[in-house]
Nanobody, 128 residues
Framework: QVQLVESGGGLVQAGGSLRLSCAAS????????MGWFRQAPGKEREFVAA????????YYEDSVKGRFSISRDNAANMFYLQMNSLAPEDTAVYSC?????????????????????WGQGTQVTVSS
C-alpha cells in the first residue's frame, strides 16, 4: 500500500521560511513525477511545484517562482519543498502527490487528477 506523509508545516511570520518533506512508503521512485499542491480556505486546490524523479526537471507555479524550491533525495525516497519569503497568501494546506509511472514532461503535472497518490496534507500558516 502506497503512503505519502508530509511534515514540516507550521506557523511562520511573513518573510520567513519553511521546508516541507514528503516521505513515501510502499513505492520506490523511478521516473515518477512528484508534486506539491495547496488549498487555501474557500479555494480550490492549486498546483505549486513538481519535479521529475528521473531527470530532476522542475516546474513551478508563477507566484512561487524564485521563492520556493522543490528537490528530491534519491537515497531517502523523499522529496521536499523549500519555501522562502513566505507571505500571508501562501497560507494553505500543502499536500504532496505522486504520478504513477510517468515523468512530469509526459503528464499534465499541474492538474491534480494526474496524480494517483496523495498525502494527508500539512498546514502552513503565514502571519502578517
Amino acid at each position: 500500500q502506497v503512503q505519502l506523509v508530509e511534515s514540516g508545516g507550521g506557523l511562520v511570520q511573513a518573510g520567513g521560511s519553511l521546508r516541507l518533506s514528503c516521505a513515501a512508503s510502499g513505492l520506490t521512485f523511478r521516473s515518477n513525477c512528484m508534486g506539491w499542491f495547496r488549498q487555501a480556505p474557500g479555494k480550490e486546490r492549486e498546483f505549486v511545484a513538481a519535479i521529475s524523479w528521473g531527470t530532476g526537471l522542475k516546474y513551478y507555479e508563477d507566484s512561487v517562482k524564485g521563492r520556493f524550491s522543490i528537490s528530491r533525495d534519491n537515497a531517502a525516497n523523499m522529496f521536499y519543498l523549500q519555501m522562502n519569503s513566505l507571505a500571508p497568501e501562501d497560507t494553505a494546506v500543502y499536500s504532496c502527490a505522486v504520478v504513477r509511472g510517468l515523468g512530469c514532461s509526459n503528464t499534465d503535472y499541474y492538474t491534480e487528477k494526474t496524480y494517483a497518490y496523495w498525502g494527508q496534507g500539512t498546514q502552513v500558516t503565514v502571519s502578517s
